[in-house]
């Protein structure tokens, strides 16, 4: 298989980002600056779901940037290794539910409900 090639989030790179696209990077900034401000949920809470959702969205820089983020909230070790946890049940969880599609098939293929 082979290896994807993914640059190292640098400086350079985000400015040039924001270049092409200077409003839509400002609104995306203060979009994420206004999700992570604490709520009712406080912002190390918010850090371990960003953590979950980055690792089943499989993003490198957000598995890097929110695991960094949630340490820095106070979250241990062993609470992002079980937000990861949650984010692996859920996807194959996801999985087996959508399994009732295929026996609906089935059931469709064989006359019944």
């Given amino acids: 298989m082979a290896e994807m090639h993914l640059p190292k989030a640098t400086r ?12 839509q990077e400002t609104a995306f900034r203060d979009f994420s600056k206004a999700v992570f401000t604490p709520g009712a949920l406080d912002a190390r ?6 953590v979950a959702v980055a690792h089943v969205t499989q993003c490198p820089w957000c598995i890097e940037g929110h695991v960094k983020a949630a340490r820095r909230e106070g979250a241990s070790r062993e609470q992002v290794m079980e937000a990861i946890w949650v984010a692996a049940e859920m996807r194959a969880g996801a999985t087996y539910a959508h399994a009732l599609k295929t026996v609906d098939l089935f059931a469709a293929e064989d006359g019944g409900p």
Avoid: G, V
């Fill in 45 to 50: 809470t918010k850090q371990l779901i960003a």
């Fill in 12 to 23: 350079e790179l985000a400015e040039a980002r924001r270049a092409l696209a200077p409003a």
